[in-house]
């Protein structure tokens, strides 16, 4: 046989493998028959392969796989010159998109905004931007959906989205209602950059009562499934501008965020949101006892500082058993923590618990924090305690002291430990008489 031939024959031999073995016939003994089906009745199935045809009966006939085989497509690839190509630009996208003359002009703002020109600030053409579409807030809308609806395979997807941005925010500025849905979409979607665009503009559109309680539904449904700590920070700060108490107990969930953004976004939120309702809503929401949970649970420092922040902003007597047990944490930081809410709280049961921890506390910054609570409550018992601490060994603990004892005395004696004594045992031998 000739070489030509040879390679002719095995091409026939490798195609028919590949287009005439599509079917399998799985017996119910565990054997399996691949070929091309060629013919089938009522009883029986004939399967042609490589050494002829066979016949087999039904009855011996576990299944059939019968799938004439097909090439996969090969995935479509698009090119990222692609728009070069077909011509079309961000620019060339806008220009088409132009009904009056003034939206050229917009046009060249956008793109001033895509690729600033060398010390030009964006925010001063963005400000341009914002007085020039005052009367043409229609042209952004038309932008907003054109834009947002290019498909992700167009070339200028990329180069769309940048822009895109700045129209959110630009009808975010003029508050324009009719961008809500848009925006919502937009919230769906797995672009960073455009989800803040929204969070940032959502709140400077007025939205119906009728359409505000499903806008905060899908708000808080998109903050528990966020992954990126930018965007969740800007649901919560959504959240907490809508004043939204139904998400207080997600800000505490938030509360064990690795991010600090997030985790001082939440806190804040907290505080502002339950600053506003009244005492009785608030416990029944049992938020102490959830946050008292939350930071005995938590292994996270970070955590536990943050929620004995929100205690101390919230000065709800209510938490200072809760304080006082954290004053006895592993961790400085949250010690320190502690000590500056109950400094907020400002309650007369905490004041020999509070002594008796100076005396133990360690650390510098925890001792100066318990003697700032110590002079709130301003209890004369501590006034003693106070003169001792002058001889401390620490500088900033007797400037701490000297502070204190002209807060809550009628003296100015600085740190000189004996003029202060002085006075306080006259001032003793006076209440004896």
């Not at 493998?17 to 599509?22: D, E, K, P, V, Y």
């Not at 002829?52 to 059939?64: A, L, N, V």
């Not at 690795?258 to 001082?264: E, I, L, P, W, Y």
């Not at 060994?393 to 002291?401: A, G, H, P, S, T």
Request: with cysteine; aromatic share 6%.
């Amino acid at each position: 046989m000739n070489r030509p031939l040879y390679i002719f024959c095995v091409f026939v031999v490798v195609f028919m493998a590949n287009n005439l073995f599509g079917d399998a016939i799985c017996l119910k003994n565990g054997a399996t028959i691949e070929g091309r089906i060629t013919a089938e009745d009522k009883d029986s199935i004939t399967i042609w392969v490589t050494y002829g045809t066979i016949t087999i009966k039904r009855s011996e006939i576990d299944h059939i796989i019968a799938e004439e085989y097909k090439p996969p497509k090969p995935p479509m690839v698009i090119s990222p010159t692609a728009s070069a190509k077909t011509g079309e630009t961000i620019g060339s996208f806008l220009d088409s998109k132009t009904t009056k003359p003034g939206h050229k002009e917009i046009n060249k703002l956008l793109l001033g905004l895509f690729e600033p020109p060398k010390d030009t600030e964006p925010q001063g053409l963005f400000d341009d931007l914002v007085d020039k579409t005052k009367k043409e807030t229609d042209y952004l809308l038309l932008l907003l959906e054109e834009l947002n609806n290019l498909p992700m395979a167009s070339a200028i997807k990329q180069d769309a989205n940048k822009v895109l941005k700045w129209v959110i925010e630009a009808l975010g500025r003029h508050g324009v209602h009719n961008a809500l849905n848009v925006f919502l979409q937009i919230l769906k979607t797995a672009d960073e950059p455009l989800k803040i665009a929204v969070l940032k503009s959502l709140p400077q559109i007025k939205i119906d009562l009728s359409l505000l309680s499903a806008v905060l539904h899908q708000v808080r449904s998109q903050l528990v499934k966020e992954k990126t700590s930018a965007v969740k920070t800007g649901y919560i700060n959504y959240l907490h501008l809508s004043n939204d108490k139904e998400s207080l107990l997600l800000f505490i969930d938030c509360l064990d965020e690795g991010d600090a953004s997030v985790r001082k976004a939440s806190a804040n939120a907290l505080v502002g949101i339950s600053q506003k309702l009244p005492a009785d809503e608030l416990r029944n929401l049992d938020l102490l006892e959830r946050l008292r949970t939350k930071a005995l649970l938590s292994r996270h420092k970070e955590t536990r500082q943050e929620i004995m922040n929100v205690l101390g902003q919230l000065k709800d007597p209510q938490a200072v058993d809760t304080l006082m047990d954290f004053l006895l944490d592993e961790n400085t930081e949250v010690r320190s923590e502690a000590a500056a809410a109950l400094a907020n709280i400002v309650d007369k049961r905490t004041t020999q618990f509070l002594i008796e921890r100076l005396h133990l506390e360690q650390d510098l910054w925890t001792r100066m924090q318990i003697i700032g609570a110590l002079q709130k409550i301003s209890d004369p018992v501590i006034i003693p305690v106070m003169i001792e601490l002058l001889l401390d060994d620490e500088e900033k603990i007797r400037q701490c002291v000297a502070r204190a004892l002209r807060s809550i005395t009628p003296c100015a004696f600085g740190e000189d430990y004996e003029k202060w004594k002085e006075w306080s045992d006259k001032e003793a031998e006076r209440q004896k008489k």
